[in-house]
């Protein structure tokens, strides 16, 4: 009888590892989901705007003038140098540059050089590829 009992534990732990192992064998983990993807789009860059009253900017003719016309001394930073003082070079440059543009300034003028000797003068730079358009 106990050869009876031991065969018929072994049958049914066989039956059990068996069992367990078909059971186990399917099991496969669902995959997990997929992430979507962030396409870092650049937004476009903001077109700059002069934060200055362009009309104020007039002060500058003076100084522009005296600028082309290679006055003899250094002529006064002051008022136009002041107005641009606190800005960024980007915002001075395109302050000037509707100053310009609109002729405010009240002369004829080469825009790009003009813009660049101010900018200069002022101890600003004219950011890199800008355009006065």
Avoid: R, W
Avoid at 5 to 18: C, D, E, G, Q, Y
Avoid at 51 to 78: F, I, R, S
Avoid at 119 to 133: E, R
């Amino acid at each position: 009888m106990a050869s009876k009992a031991l065969a018929t534990t072994a049958l049914v732990l066989s039956l059990n590892l068996l069992f367990f192992t078909l059971v186990s064998s399917t099991y496969v983990p669902c995959p997990p989901t997929p992430k979507p993807k962030h396409h870092h789009k650049k937004p476009p860059p903001a077109k700059a705007t002069c934060p200055k009253d362009t009309l104020k900017l007039g002060v500058c003719a003076d100084l522009l003038n005296d600028l082309v016309h290679a006055v003899v001394g250094t002529p006064p930073k002051t008022p136009c140098c002041t107005l641009i003082e606190g800005l960024a070079d980007l915002e001075a440059a395109v302050c000037l540059c509707t100053a310009i543009k609109a002729n405010v300034l009240g002369i004829k003028l080469n825009v790009p050089v003009s813009l660049s000797l101010l900018l200069n003068y002022c101890g600003k730079k004219v950011p890199t590829g800008f355009q006065c358009a």
